[in-house]
């Protein structure tokens, strides 16, 4: 049906592009020659070019030769580390934490984590990521950096039994504090570091505290396998069985990593009473050299939705969500031995709706739909690495890059336009950055905020 000529002015339609679409399965395709109609932050409608003639807007994108997505997702993160990118490199787990993350993020300053948190945002809103959700500390500064450059974020205050019940507590206030702000941008987490980090008893206490105030839990576990085998050796329980047992498993629960998943955990799993899903960085596991990667093929046969994410850029170097698409199709192909999983339909529904369903908002985000959040990336395919397109899924994970998003949109509100960052300055945050440096990176003090034994 063709709209009104005398109906109000959208706030921006997007016209003449190809959109990703889901089913009702929650299958993708493609629509051609659509036009996005967005309303208060959200998308009215998709429709065809022709039934858009007349309709006024605000602003209009000609997105002639561009594909739109929802925004990319990063579902585990720790955005300020990308001010220790290349810091702490070919290194074992346990040397890069002991010898150097550990030291150095003993110096963390607020203003540290500020210019890392509006670095990192810079980087993930031109590579078309429109939510993050970071597990870091000094939180409350990451929060303001979010509600000033309109990024959406999912956030968590960090916290080991090392820092007494206070480290709990002050996860807990950070969640109730900034939970719905920034216009509803900002969702929260409790966010407990590790079964190997925080105690069964702090564990327990935060599934309780979650339950009590209606909020998620996210958190590493079963990051390697080493992991796993340490923690049957020590406890006879694998590091899931440990949060069956704290409780966790009832909650909504992210876990990050679950690359030491083993077949004993997946009817734990199965069995949760909680939402739980798993957050993939395939990218660090192979810079880590881990014989494994997060076993997305049985998890999804139980139920158990896997996000995209990138870790920290002191491990993964990069907040590209992009390249983490193509690694889990390709890492999960050499993993399973059959070129038939995963393909690039699956990567993009694992980049899109399941990402979203990982963060706890797969019913606002996700997918480009009459009443979801206007999260939507302009994708530019005119470049001659993307061309012919024979097929446009595999064009998207296989040949185009991050840097082919030319614009970037969160809830109706465009963040980036023809690859011009609108709502951070990069060379004045790095410019700052660079003078902290020095006294960052400095380990003579010979401290570290924890201990990585597993």
């Not at 446009?392 to 040949?399: D, K, M, Q």
Request: proline fraction near 5%; aromatic fraction near 4%.
């Amino acid at each position: 049906m063709r709209p009104s000529r005398t109906e109000a002015a959208a706030d921006l339609i997007i016209t003449r592009c190809t959109v990703l679409v889901h089913d009702d399965q929650e299958r993708i395709g493609f629509r051609e020659d659509a036009e996005i109609v967005v309303r208060d932050g959200l998308v009215a409608s998709v429709t065809s070019a022709a039934d858009a003639v007349g309709l006024a807007a605000v602003e209009r994108i000609d997105a002639r030769g561009q594909v739109a997505l929802p925004g990319l997702i990063n579902c585990h993160t720790h955005a300020p580390m990308v001010a220790l990118r290349g810091l702490a490199e070919d290194l074992p787990t346990e040397e890069w934490f002991n010898d150097v993350v550990w030291p150095v993020e003993s110096n963390l300053t607020e203003k540290d984590v500020e210019l890392g948190a509006r670095l990192a945002c810079a980087e993930m809103i031109r590579a078309g990521v429109t939510c993050f959700a970071d597990h870091y500390f000094s939180m409350d500064t990451v929060a303001a950096v979010v509600a000033e450059c309109g990024i959406r974020a999912h956030l968590g205050e960090a916290y080991f039994s090392s820092q007494g019940p206070q480290g709990r507590e002050k996860s807990v206030e950070f969640a109730l504090r900034h939970r719905g702000t920034a216009g509803g941008r900002i969702t929260t987490a409790l966010a407990p570091h590790a079964p190997y980090t925080v105690t069964d008893a702090d564990l327990t206490a935060t599934a309780e505290l979650a339950l009590e105030h209606g909020l998620p839990v996210h958190i590493h576990a079963a990051e390697n396998r080493d992991q796993t085998d340490t923690s049957l050796a020590r406890h006879g329980v694998t590091p899931i069985e440990v949060l069956d047992h704290a409780g966790l498993l009832a909650t909504d629960l992210l876990i990050a990593h679950g690359t030491g998943i083993t077949e004993r955990d997946l009817p734990v799993l199965e069995g949760a009473s909680g939402r739980v899903a798993v957050a993939t960085a395939p990218r660090g596991y192979l810079k880590f050299g881990w014989p494994d990667t997060t076993p997305i093929r049985a998890l999804r046969a139980i139920g158990i939705p896997v996000g995209l994410a990138t870790d920290g850029a002191a491990s993964n170097n990069s907040l590209d969500v992009w390249e983490s698409m193509a690694l889990t199709s390709l890492v999960q192909k050499s993993t399973e031995g059959d070129p038939r999983w995963l393909t690039s339909r699956q990567a993009l529904h694992h980049a899109t709706l399941q990402s979203a369903q990982a963060v706890g908002l797969g019913d606002s985000i996700g997918s480009i739909a009459p009443g979801r959040r206007a999260d939507i990336i302009l994708v530019d395919l005119t470049g001659p690495h993307t061309q012919p397109v024979h097929d446009l899924a595999a064009t998207l994970v296989h040949s185009a890059r991050s840097a082919d998003v030319h614009t970037t949109i969160v809830d109706g509100r465009v963040l980036m336009r023809d690859r011009e960052l609108l709502t951070l300055d990069v060379p004045a945050v790095v410019r700052e950055l660079e003078d902290r440096l020095p006294a960052l990176v400095d380990r003579s003090h010979g401290r570290r905020i924890q201990e990585y034994d597993t």
